[in-house]
């Protein structure tokens, strides 16, 4: 292997290492705030990607008709649960969200020339369409069970994929998409071209976690999450809302996993059930992390991201072998150090 | 309260916990079996097909009942195990060229049923050292790994021909009579399904199966009786497994043919679906999901595509649906809905009165020391929660810990009982070091405890929790538990089991739900429970608390008894009363340290002790 073909892998694995560390952020903030292991999380990079792709086509996505439904099942929801007692501004603010911002949305996506929009307002509208699923599948499918066992939310989150794959098969049909880079750009350094792409990706990670690190350290919303993570019952006397906590949580996951497949489509080419393996990369890599460092899980994210394209050049058969067998000397690391016998709930 | 004789009851008169129903479970065992005997005599064969791959994934999802449902391990790689199952056996019966060590075993579907359960028992148990000592969800994202892990290596080995598969697997013969037609297999299908629920049945009804039953929420408890929890945590890790290779033996001889795609990991997730749905805590409960799943499955991918105008994998929906509903809605799956609406009456544990009697360690003479705690510090970190705590136990002795909340008792009690590693310091029982033993070698040794917080499994009866106590005094195991070999042995137990459930005067309740006695009866129950061990050191951390006059009356006389026959007791306990007028000695603790030690009279003149107590008398 000559320096080039390494450079050349090196920098495919730390692109790929980047959207996988963002995507194993995402999962530890989820687990440590609601204690759901979020399966789902890589449906949400499937849609954002194919939803681009829909819009880069010129069509309305059909993450959109998801939208309107999930908003619609959200607003009787919480109409049912204050049947006794009605907060009127409570409900007014739930229909503001639900099903006045969904249908807005719709208008806006039928009367706006899409294929023509600059790369940028394209990508800021699926955002608009696909991020709001996030909260509401909160909503619908784990508020309920908010004191439900982790394995209890770890089969439900699992159904749920289960769900939106199918979902993502009805809205989108059993075709691939890749959409276009966000930058065409070369850059020579040296021997190595780096592509404009990377350099996106790289630079909207570096920006994300950023962007975290002031949330949760400097914003009253993200100090209420931590809060949350810390203790949930003591996070409630002192008025947070372990709804809104988790509301919030899975809005920031899906704007994560939004932005995971808008970077990840111009790469590789995205089928509807495309999420769970780039998903389960990035859980490797928050496993590593022991769901609960996020330095760690980064530092994972890009070793599984080095890892997986080493592999493609040596072995590419046994690439996923590779990278999903790497999880079990990391979990007989953990094994041998913890120790103890601990009730599980 | 006193020493009733052992009970012969097999059956009580209305009360608690008891349904009169019209129908004998027997009964129901004879028609279910009759149905299945029939079936194919009147169904058409497709729907006979259909019914073989219920039993082919009902074996899978029973093993995910043992492991999931009654042991909380949750696995979503159970696909994998079916695809080792298959693959071996395909290998064995349809493969080319194989090389000369394996050409040598080749051939015969039993032999290679043989060698896939050997092959499965050895992945399991690798899986499992890596992955079951880890707590709580790392257990199923560890599952998925190798889930996936196996199956991309089923697609990528060519030996096990790719992704096309291998074709060409020979049908199972019997007496040389082969079985092609799925009629003929459906027998051999139900047969094994049959053999598998009765045994699991049969398992759990028995010492190994109260130890796995004791997995869920009660591992401490469990290892303080002497269970060794890491091994049954292996051993249904491996049983499922086995189940899972069995059902793909299976599935390899009905297809005929194998490839990846059965293996995945999205089927490993249909299996716990299954599990759920019927109800993963009860053995029938993986035959109803298995049906209810595959059929709605077939039934769905029949509809849908023509629903949607074109063709894929549309049950998914309705399956991810129905799953959060019913985790949403109901729980514990259909199986226990279904159950309330047929009158079954309810069986009730037979003693056998005539039962040999369990032999008993020897006790210590009279007097001997027999716990000794030297200087025992324990630091959490900056805290100095025990600093140089000493103190003595004797046989047929009382001794009470006291102190005011704080003062550091409960981290004394641990380290005793091994829950906990003092920091320095030495723990001497029976003239042996125990510090860092563990709470299991610990209970080997002859100690037994109760808990603050009581500890038992709320679904089993009473007599069954207290006979989690008997663990080490039985020996044999799980094979000969699920064919019942060990009845003998079983009969024993219980005997002595339910002896000291009269003891200490719960022979009302022997057979209710232990969930369903107030808080003092749990208290006698854990008692009679560490009873049961045959300890020769009894560790009672606030055993009057919640006890009414009377109660507290009877379990004061049940430990003036217990010291007469040689016991040695340590107890903590708030209530005075019950704590002067019954012990031999006080040791008094405050702020981590041993404040005064003396018979009880004195105690309660000491200064220091009504200063710690009262906050000053000279005031």
Sequence with gaps: ?345 | MSGAPVSSTSSRPAGRGVSWGLLRPQTLLVLFLLAVLLAPLVLSDFTVTLLNYVGLSALVALGLVLLTGIGGLTSFGQAAFVGLGAYTTAVLTAGTDLPPALAMLAGSPWLALLIGLLLTSVVAIVLGSVTLRLSGHYLPLGTMAWGISLYFLFGTTEMLGGHSGLSGIPPLELFGFPLTESRHYYYVVWLVVLVAVLTSRNLLDSREGRAIRALKGGRVMAEAMGIDTGRARMIIFVIAALHACTAGWLYAHLQRFVNPTPFGLHIGIEYLFMAVVGGAGHVWGALLGAGVITLLKQWLQDILPRLFGSAGNYEVIVFGLLMVLMLQRARDGLWPLLARLVPVRQEVKRIDPQAAPLPRKDQPPHGEVILQAREVTRRFGGLVANNAMSLEVRAGEILALIGPNGAGKSTMFNQLSGVDTPTSGEILFRGRAIAGLGARRIAALGMSRTFQHVKVLPRMSVLENVALGAHRRGQRGVLSAAWRLERAEEARLLRDAAAQVERVGLGEVMHDEAGSLALGQQRLLEIARALCSDPCLLLLDEPAAGLRLKEKQALAALLTRLRAEGMAVLLVEHDMDFVMGLVDRVVVMEFGQKIAEGLPEDIQSNPAVLEAYLGGVDA
């Design chain 1, 1 to 345: 292997m000559d320096p080039s073909i390494m450079l050349f892998l090196a920098q495919d694995g730390i692109t790929n290492g980047a959207i996988y560390t963002i995507l194993a952020l995402a999962l530890v903030m989820v687990f440590a705030v609601t204690r759901i292991i979020f399966i789902p999380q890589g449906e949400f990079l499937a849609w954002g990607a194919l939803s681009m792709a829909t819009v880069e086509a010129g069509h309305v996505p059909g993450t959109l008709w998801v939208l309107l439904l999930a908003g619609g099942l959200v607003f009787v929801l919480d109409l049912w649960s204050q049947r006794q007692r009605r907060d009127h501004r409570a409900l007014l603010r739930s229909a503001g969200w639900n099903v006045a911002y969904p249908l807005v949305l719709a208008g806006l996506l039928s009367l706006l020339p899409l294929a023509a929009l600059p790369q940028a307002v394209q990508a800021l509208l699926v955002m608009l369409v696909v991020v709001p699923l996030g909260p509401m599948l909160y909503r619908l499918a784990f508020q309920p069970l908010a004191e439900a066992s982790v394995l209890v939310l770890l089969i439900v989150a699992v159904s749920i994929h289960f769900l939106l794959v199918g979902v993502g098969l009805l809205i989108f049909g059993p075709e691939g998409s890749r959409t276009q880079p966000f930058s065409e750009a070369q850059l020579e350094l040296g021997s190595l071209l780096v592509g404009g792409h990377t350099l996106v990706v790289m630079a909207a990670s570096l920006l994300l976690i950023g962007g975290l690190y002031l949330f949760f350290g400097r914003s009253l919303y993200g100090k209420a999450l931590r809060a949350t993570a810390v203790n949930r019952n003591g996070a409630r006397l002192m008025g947070i809302s372990p709804a809104l906590a988790g509301r919030l949580t899975f809005l920031l996951a899906a704007l994560i996993g939004v932005m995971a497949g808008l970077m990840f489509a111009p790469l590789s080419t995205v089928y509807y059930d495309s999420g769970f393996l780039v998903g389960l990369k990035g859980f490797v890599a928050a496993i590593i992390g022991g769901l609960g460092s996020y330095p760690l899980a980064a530092g994972g994210a890009l070793l599984v991201g080095l890892l997986e394209s080493f592999s493609s050049f040596w072995a590419s058969a046994f690439k996923d072998v590779l990278v999903f067998t790497l999880i079990l000397p990391v979990l007989m690391a953990r094994s041998i150090l913890s120790h103890g016998v601990e009730d599980d709930e």
